[in-house]
């Protein structure tokens, strides 16, 4: 715990102008992010007598070594820059957005020659139009299907679309109506585009004049006794009023807006938002919120609009926000939401009529979705503590271990060894952190000599991450418990992102942050193992032990017996977890490895090219063996292909032996080298693990 005095800033030292300040924990790593219109009158609130302080406030000012500031412009500047900061640095003392849903919408893809309508998750994609977000994907589903009666757009995957081309026939909804079947040319790309468009319009809520045109062309075809004609327009009449009977108008004048409520105790917030487009509900979201830091109703809101519309722009940001608190100052805020836009925002509380009753609707959605999370979760922060504390007192540790590493040795026959890391901090699981070993010092199945590699490398980075930081100074003498001698290893021992914060940055990618556990899959070899590394390193505040899966038997290093916690002990339940989770993170890497070198060919072996210009190679030629006696200048031939490049082909095909020839066993026929060589999977009778 630090002393707070120990690294506040001189008097006069901090300007008095807006900005984001930064404090970072004694590994460099960013725990709290904040802005502040006057960095000095903010920050000199940090460093008054501990007992004035929200006890929250009061755990990150003295887990906190530093403090750092960036002086911006304007106070829409600081918004900015706190928001962008917040997602690259995640800090653990800022509120966290439990959102683990990604919402469907319905999307248009505009970019395409042909737009196709579908279900979208995840991030939004240039030239998409998306509406939405929807809670359930059958929503979606429901609607479309209604409305391709009267907009009958491509729906099909592109390998569906291609195949029709192909053949000269469209698929089954191209026959029953339900598609105008771009695919054999039944309508121009022009045509279809238009239908798009029309779909587009429909969903963003300029629904009556086109229901009206509808009316309208039905009446003059009853007129001139086209009756089948007046049929089907009455027909798809009533499937648009169907399809919009499942959003109701909640409010008048084709409104576009989102509300924002909240439900909250001292711990938790519940977000719910729903976005009202054309007068009519168009989609629901929310998530829950870890109130970590002290945040009142107006700095909750703050928060939910950066997170909404921190990556949006345009029409994607509405006309009108209305929420139950306004951030304080409101000014920047709305300016910020207007420049997202690109035109006017209106951030303000509903007072009277419509909007005020939908906001208590959403305000009674939040209740019972902080109500539901309570009710999933009720003891899931006080079963978390009691787990790290059972495992404290199993283990013998002096504190409860916050930060957990867990390592697991994945092979088949001892083929594609690897190793995998998991990080779980607090009880969950932090996937950002994960990362994947190769072994490297030998060849073949030894689990023990493989912890050993991955443990040493894993604390070698940590070390050398720690003295780079200058944390601690490299004692001389023959007792010194430094660094080993020679060369950090460098970013060559991951395959992956290097992970830990990064120099002075505090980004997530060295191994600079130290576990207070660590946890290795097998009994006690692999524990000594383990051990073993961290006392090369001179490591001693780090506590191993092992789970052996017969069992479920706990081994300490040292120890003749095993810990054995009781079955029904949440202690014993997030080991496993955290065991489990290593196991399939190895399991995963280790098959996509195998996979990969058992389809590899010669060209995978040629220096410098990449899968882009291996394929062009292909589809130039035709096959491997063409390739093989193309000259240097018909390899030149083909696009993004150098000289260089086509000399390094050919000598790389030349050396490599030409596969031996397949034979049909059937006739006895030799089948040609027609392609490039896909070797066959073994008989994987081996033990995977």
């Known amino acids: 715990m630090a002393d ?6 001189k008097p006069g030292q901090i300007p008095d102008s807006p900005g984001v300040y930064k404090f970072r924990d004694e590994h460099r790593r960013v725990i709290y992010v904040g802005k502040a219109k006057s960095l000095r009158q903010r920050l000199s609130n940090y460093f008054q007598d501990l007992a004035n302080l929200h006890p929250r406030t009061r755990t990150m000012v003295t887990t906190a070594a530093a403090v750092e500031w960036t002086v911006v412009s304007t106070e829409v500047e600081a918004l900015q820059l706190e928001y962008s900061w917040i997602k690259e640095f995640d800090p653990r003392f800022n509120v966290k957005y439990r959102d683990d849903k990604s919402y469907p919408y319905l999307a248009v893809t505009l970019n395409e020659e042909f737009p196709r309508v579908q279900v979208m998750r995840g991030a ?18 429901e609607t479309v299907d209604l409305m391709l009666r009267v907009f009958p757009v491509r729906t099909c995957s592109a390998g569906v679309f291609k195949r029709s081309r192909q053949i000269g026939r469209p698929c089954l909804l191209g026959y029953i109506g339900k598609c105008s079947a771009p695919c054999v040319d039944r309508v ?44 089907r327009l009455r027909d798809d009449i009533e499937a648009l009023k169907r399809a919009m009977e499942k959003s109701a108008v909640v409010l008048a004048d084709a409104t576009d807006a989102d509300l924002i409520a909240l439900a909250e105790d001292e711990l938790e917030a519940a977000v719910q938002i729903f976005h009202v487009r054309g007068g009519r509900v168009r989609g629901q979201r929310g998530w829950v919120t870890d109130k970590v830091e002290n945040v009142d109703s107006a700095a909750l809101v703050e928060h939910a609009l950066q997170q909404l519309y921190g990556e949006e722009r345009g029409d994607a940001v509405p006309k009108e926000v209305l929420v139950p608190a306004l951030p304080d100052p409101v000014e920047p805020v709305q300016q910020w939401l207007t420049e997202r836009r690109g035109s006017n925002v209106s951030l303000r509380i509903p007072q009277r009529g419509d909007k005020k009753d939908l906001m208590a609707t959403v305000e009674r959605n939040a209740q019972q979705a902080l109500a539901l999370h309570k009710t999933k979760r009720a003891s899931d922060l006080t079963t978390r503590s009691r787990a790290l504390e059972e495992i404290a007192e199993a283990l013998e540790l002096d504190s409860v271990p916050l930060r957990i590493e867990c390592f697991d040795i994945s092979h088949l026959q001892g083929d594609d060894v690897v190793a995998s890391m998991v990080v779980f ?3 969950l699981a932090r996937k950002s952190e994960y990362r994947r070993f190769q072994i490297k010092t030998f060849q073949g199945q030894d689990d023990v000599r493989s912890m050993h590699e991955v443990i040493s490398r894993r604390f070698k ?38 992970p830990g914060p990064k120099d002075e940055e505090g980004r997530p990618k060295r191994f600079a942050y130290p576990p207070q556990l660590v946890v290795v899959d097998g009994g006690r070899p692999q524990v000594a193992a383990a051990q073993q590394a961290l006392d090369e390193l001179g490591i001693d505040d780090v506590a191993v032990c092992g789970l052996a899966k017969r069992l479920e038997e706990v081994w300490v290093p040292g120890e003749e017996d095993p810990v054995v916690l009781p079955r029904t002990s949440e202690g014993l339940y997030i080991l496993q977890r955290v065991r489990d989770e290593a196991h399939r993170f190895a399991i995963a890497y280790q098959r996509n490895k195998r996979g990969k070198r058992l389809t590899a060919g010669p060209l995978d072996t040629v220096p410098g090219l990449g899968e882009s210009r291996r394929q062009a190679l292909l589809k130039h030629f035709g096959s491997l063996k063409k390739l093989r006696a ?37 006739t006895g026929e030799i089948i040609e080298d027609e392609g490039a060589p896909q070797a066959a999977l073994p008989s994987e009778q081996g033990q995977e693990r």
């Open 425 to 427: 901090e607090d009880g």
């Open 461 to 498: 980075r940590y070390l050398a991450e720690k003295q780079k930081t200058g944390e601690w100074e490299e004692e001389t003498g023959p007792d010194a418990a430094g660094p080993v001698s020679g060369p950090a290893p460098g970013p060559a021992d991951l395959s992956g992102p290097e």
């Open 4 to 9: 707070p005095s120990s690294y506040r800033p």
């Open 188 to 231: 121009s790309a022009e045509e279809h585009r238009e239908l798009a468009d029309e779909f587009c319009d429909f969903m963003a809520g300029r629904t009556g004049a086109y229901i009206r045109r509808l009316e309208r062309l039905m009446g003059e075809a009853a007129e001139e006794m086209e009756y089948e004609r007046a049929a």
């Open 630 to 666: 193309a000259t240097i200048e018909e390899i030149c031939e083909v696009p993004g292909v150098g000289r260089k490049t086509a000399e390094t082909v050919a000598a790389t095909l030349a050396q490599a032996a030409p596969a031996a020839p397949a034979v049909n066993t059937a």
């Open 124 to 141: 939004k994609k240039k030239g998409v139009r998306y509406f939405g977000p929807y809670a359930h994907a059958w929503a979606i589903r």
